[in-house]
């Protein structure tokens, strides 16, 4: 499965590239890896925001949530999130399992 973007950057990368990262900070197209996403979640409190554009409309919704961390390689790096907080868009993000 490709991504489909403007830029025509290839995101169809491999695992190890997703763990670690590719791309340079600053590009549009830059992923700074699952580990370090990990990492990061797992070292302190931190609170999750969601934005996108429908494509039809061009109106922007969001949703949030006041916890989110994502669990280690073990666990297939999953994302956790907690105390959903309600949005312009009146939908929740919900992670299948």
């Known amino acids: 499965m490709t991504r489909d973007i403007a830029s025509g950057f290839n995101w169809n990368q491999?695992?190890?590239?997703?763990?670690?990262?590719f791309g340079s900070i600053g590009w549009e197209?830059?992923?700074?890896?699952?580990?370090?996403v990990h990492l990061l979640t797992?070292?302190?409190?931190?609170?999750?925001?969601?934005?996108?554009?429908?494509?039809?409309?061009?109106?922007?919704?969001?949703?949030?949530y006041w916890l989110f961390y994502v669990d280690?390689?073990?666990s297939d790096?999953?994302?956790?999130?907690?105390s959903y907080v309600h949005g312009d868009d009146g939908r929740v993000?919900?992670?299948l399992q």
């Open 93 to 95: 993000l919900y992670v």
């Open 14 to 21: 491999s695992w190890t590239d997703y763990k670690q990262g």
């Open 72 to 74: 280690d390689e073990a």
């Open 42 to 64: 797992t070292s302190g409190s931190y609170r999750l925001r969601v934005e996108w554009q429908e494509s039809v409309t061009k109106y922007w919704f969001s949703i949030e």
């Open 77 to 82: 790096y999953t994302l956790n999130v907690k």
């Open 29 to 36: 197209d830059y992923w700074m890896g699952l580990e370090a």
